[in-house]
């Protein structure tokens, strides 16, 4: 691999919803990169609260005058995404201990199976503490969670 | 800060001694930045086991065919130096659930202080084991540390 | 808030079923609060062994000599829950690593939404593996969960 | 008990499928004990991939040729599996802190309502990314898991 | 115990030095207890940054127009002092899963030799990187530490 | 390695001094072992609070009348040790993730370096929060810690 060639990393997720976290990793991320394409998970044995194309549009919406940063769908194994996208890299945020054993061990079978590297990068204190599953439980019952995702993502 | 901009990380540590881990963790993340600089952190408060000129003679042995990889002595914060050698990024290796807290909260803290972002990177499975502490514990009682050292290292 | 304001708690959960743990946590915490209200969660997406009106039934038998602790049916937010009974904690008992993550997250998304804080109790060491998922396959498998749960908490 | 008696074990887990990481922990753990029993547990309630008959084909044919391992259908509590085995001990890989937490409280509560002791084995550093979740993933998505299986397992 | 006795808690600690984390814990708490009592550890196997007498003047102008809270110099178990001045409580903040596991054991023997309850609380999320090692490191390597600390303490 | 090959075990520490938890874990799995032998670490870089003599009398006490286990000094590795006493197993206990993360590492570095496997158990919930520090600290102190340390151990 040479030093001029572009280099490109996928940031892989469900976004159910798109937080200030990961918007924080994306903005954080994007001078290491040339290229960050957020892949947007579609999983048909999960349940999502808000459609593909409402997450999609909520992420376009948030890095729309971000260049170099771009929202794809995709399903199925992240390394072929990555392979298909020329990408050399995964991103993911790791928030806990929790987070951080599992994410080793995705990041380690993916190492396996491919050269792809992943990078990992630790929330701002701010953000330690949300997650799309909290979110979505407030959003359930009605509370306000409109401080936890980006400015312009509206629940209703 | 621009895109073209040279991206320049610093991999901070004791290196007493230093591993076939942080030996991968630098071909891994190679092509990721444009420069490396391998810093190695001299505190007059703690005791090493091996000479800091040695560490430092072994880290230029295992990198002098590397383009973009350089050593050099640091003592202070870890932001100064960044800050001294144009480093936007510094890399760490992370290996256990215990490690990770530490690091997180150092990475914060360096946020908190600065720009510089630090970038994570898991071992692969076969270093998830090895560390200085054990290798230096094994040398003490004249065990073989060889597999678990970079070629050219030797404790005679 | 004045000093002489009634100190009021929440104790959210699904009880499912209730065990020694849950009732020791309630004891220890009895004479730092005036008023202790056991949150009997009812989640409709949520499958629950025992039926929420025994799950109701067994709490109230276990504190039925004990002033100052009650039981009341919940569903939605916590943090609206407590601001309905006028109640300023919510206690968490926190066994694992794996909870404390968890328990974690949750209290500081509930503090950035109100002013309600979280108090932590450790397990006794004997209660400390105790939970309620281990005690419903104890009875599903028709084994004797009986010392796991308070006295007068019977399966059949 | 006396020293003479057998020394059997039970090495419990749904297995879907039998990695190379559980093959290692089998061969590493032979010739403490007699006797060891894979338990391939059933549960109604869950959802495997792989058939309880083809589960239990692959793990004896990995077996066919070592003296002392046997495989046998299981439902219902291990404790009550072990003992109608007369089986003294059971067999757990630990992989990660949050494996650890889940397994200490499972063999806290074997031990509270039984003698039978659980004995941990830590994986191989090259085994220890390796679970059945991701491989399920991968093979659901047609990637290559055949590195992460015993010889002898082929998916199709 | 009467419902009526006062309720006083120990929040112990060698605060070296003392911390906006260690500020908020104690404003969390405060209305749930009538008295803290902050105890400032003293141990001569132990080296500090700070001298003892610095240590409680920061503390002490931090709480000056706080009533209820005072400080205390205390040397040896924190359940001996508890006792002494009829603490019921210990407080205690806890950042990580690692001081969890190590608070977790603290804890349960205090209990184990006494009727004193442990109460922990989780660190407000921009506080949760915040240690006194970290502070120790920063001002020894004259980093700015300023925003780390209470108003009012300088390091000069 | 034949079946009918005697099996030897090595469980290392300390014991500084000799718990309730240590007892505990050797009567756990003294009927695995042909032989454990406990091996009474001497560091000299390290301070211990009891003389070795001291520390070897009470575990001899203590299993003066238990067939089968012994005690000796050892320094140096652990698997050189093992293999001068012709043993195959290292016994742990493991009580909380930290040292779970500890221990793994370890073991896995003795198995690089040996065919030596470690055996981990899990303590009994009521010896979960014992440790050899604490006990020294309250024993420091001149508080009781008689509870935690088998009979006919005196700290006087």
Redesign the interface.
């Known amino acids: 691999?040479s030093?001029t060639?572009k280099?490109i990393a996928v940031f892989p997720g469900s976004f159910d919803p798109f937080t200030v976290g990961h918007e924080a990793l994306v903005k954080?991320?994007i001078?290491?990169f040339?290229e960050i394409i957020i892949a947007l998970g579609t999983n048909s044995n999960k349940q999502y609260m808000f459609s593909e194309a409402q997450r999609k549009k909520w992420i376009e919406h948030v890095f729309k005058n971000t260049p170099?940063v771009s929202v794809q769908r995709f399903s199925?194994?992240t390394?072929?995404f990555c392979k298909k996208n020329n990408a050399?890299?995964i991103i993911r945020g790791?928030?806990?201990?929790?987070?951080?054993?599992?994410?080793?061990?995705?990041?380690?079978?993916n190492?396996?199976?491919s050269n792809i590297?992943?990078?990992?990068?630790?929330p701002?204190?701010?953000?330690?503490?949300?997650?799309s599953t909290?979110i979505r439980?407030?959003v359930r019952?009605?509370?306000?969670a409109s401080?936890?995702v980006p400015k312009g993502i509206r629940f209703k």
């Open positions: 691999m030093k060639k280099r954080r991320t001078h290491l040339d170099g199925g194994l390394i072929d050399q890299y790791v928030r806990t201990s929790t987070d951080f054993e599992f994410e080793k061990a995705i990041a380690q079978m190492r396996s199976l590297e992943t990078i990992f990068i630790m701002l204190p701010e953000h330690s503490a949300i997650n909290i439980d407030i019952n009605n509370g306000d401080m936890f």
